[in-house]
Structures are given as structure tokens and as C-alpha cells.
């Protein structure tokens, strides 16, 4: 069974930082292209960053580029999220997402929820 | 930001058919194969139609999805109470190098 399991959300003040991670499970997770979206309260999905199986190939959405990093350790099965700048508007539930082919999202977790607020 | 634009809400009774349109652009859904996400109240996404017209194991054959040039559609037919949902679309778009997802509908059963 394929399981997403996101940890590291919480509250955090205006410019402050914040490191998401999410453990894979049920599947071979070095083969998988991995993505992070998420979903602001009573708002829709929106796709956050990207990354190859390799970890050599980082995409970013531009309201998150140069704030946020995302990677990933295929060692130990486990995807990352590093936030820094947050603002008020990055508040949302972030999904960590499995793409079997990097345009295509398959899996979702259930979603770690972070709270942006002073 | 969406790119991909859908109605707000959709209805139907039970039985009927409801269809689900998502209009996008040439570096979007008229570059890619299009995606379509359910997410029931409180849950997360789940994927419903992949490559425009293909049903992962397990969902039944009242979805179906199409593509047409810019524009992609979700249907479903039979509609029954637990459709009730917000669907969404989503394709890779080659101007932004990253995945955009539709607006979002809401599905409501009469």
C-alpha cells in the first residue's frame, strides 16, 4: 500500500522557517518523481515545487522561488520541504504528492497544515 | 494562481449526467495531457482520470474524460449522493515549467 506521511507543519510567525518532510512507504521511492501542492483554507490546489527521481532537477512555483528548497535523501525514503520567509499567505495544507511521471501526480498524503501568523 | 479555468458548481439528480469543462492554453492542456483530481469534504485529492481519458484501478466507468485542443472536459454519469465533491483539473504547463491546477468545482447532488 502505497503510504505519504507528512510531518513538520505548526505555526510559525511572519518570516520565520519551517521544514516539512514526508516519509514514503509501499513503493520504490527512488523511481518516483515527487511533488509538493498545496491548499489554502476553502481555497483550491495549488502546485508548490517538483523534483526528479535523482534529486538533479528542481522545480519551483514562482510565489515560492527563492524562498523555498525542496529535496530528498532516496536513502531513507524521505522528501523535504525547506520554507523560509514564510509569509501570511503561504498558510495552507501542504500534500506531498508521488508523480510517477513528473507531469502526472498519482498519490497524495494526507497533508501536514501550516500556520503562518504572528 | 490557476491557469486552468472551471465552473464553480455543477448539480444534478441522482442518475443524471453532469459534465465538467476546464478551458486552459496552448503551453498547458494543448502541450499536455490533462489530470482529474476528486477531493471529497475533509480528505485529501484523489486521482480520477489520467492522460485525458484514463481511469486509474478502481474508479468506476461513470468518469470519463476528454481533451480538445485548449480544453478539457470530466464526466459523469449516474450520478449518485457520494459524487458529491470538488474536482479539479490539472496539466503541466510549459511557460511556468511546473503543474497547474483548474479553479476547482463543486459537485452537488440534488
Known amino acids: 500500500e502505497v503510504r505519504l506521511v507528512e510531518s513538520g507543519g505548526g505555526l510559525v510567525q511572519p518570516g520565520g522557517s519551517l521544514r516539512l518532510s514526508c516519509a514514503a512507504s509501499?513503493?520504490?521511492?527512488?523511481?518516483?518523481?515527487m511533488h509538493w501542492v498545496r491548499q489554502a483554507p476553502g481555497k483550491g490546489l495549488q502546485y508548490v515545487s517538483a523534483?526528479?527521481?535523482?534529486?538533479?532537477?528542481?522545480y519551483y512555483a514562482s510565489s515560492v522561488k527563492g524562498r523555498f528548497s525542496i529535496s530528498r535523501d532516496n536513502s531513507k525514503n524521505t522528501l523535504y520541504l525547506q520554507m523560509g520567509s514564510l509569509r501570511p499567505e503561504d498558510m495552507a495544507v501542504y500534500y506531498c504528492?508521488?508523480?510517477?511521471?513528473?507531469?502526472?501526480?498519482?498519490?497524495w498524503g494526507q497533508g501536514t497544515l501550516v500556520t503562518v501568523s504572528s | 494562481q490557476s491557469v486552468l479555468t472551471q465552473p464553480p458548481s455543477a448539480s444534478g439528480t441522482p442518475g443524471q449526467r453532469v459534465t465538467i469543462s476546464c478551458s486552459g492554453s496552448?503551453?498547458?492542456?494543448?502541450?499536455?495531457?490533462v489530470h482529474w483530481y476528486q477531493q471529497l469534504p475533509g480528505a485529501a485529492p484523489k486521482l480520477l482520470i489520467f492522460?485525458?481519458?484514463q481511469r486509474p484501478s478502481g474508479v468506476p466507468d461513470r468518469f470519463s474524460g476528454s481533451r480538445s485542443g485548449t480544453s478539457a472536459s470530466l464526466a459523469i454519469s449516474g450520478l449518485q449522493s457520494g459524487d458529491e465533491a470538488d474536482y479539479y483539473c490539472?496539466?503541466?504547463?510549459?511557460?511556468?515549467?511546473?503543474?497547474?491546477f483548474g479553479t476547482g468545482t463543486k459537485v452537488t447532488v440534488l
Open positions: 504528492t508521488r508523480a510517477p511521471v513528473l507531469q502526472l501526480v498519482d498519490y
Open positions: 509501499g513503493f520504490t521511492f527512488s523511481r518516483y518523481a
Open positions: 523534483i526528479t527521481t535523482n534529486g538533479d532537477r528542481k
Open positions: 496552448s503551453s498547458n492542456i494543448g502541450s499536455h495531457t
Open positions: 492522460d485525458s481519458n
Open positions: 490539472a496539466a503541466w504547463d510549459d511557460s511556468l515549467n511546473g503543474n497547474v
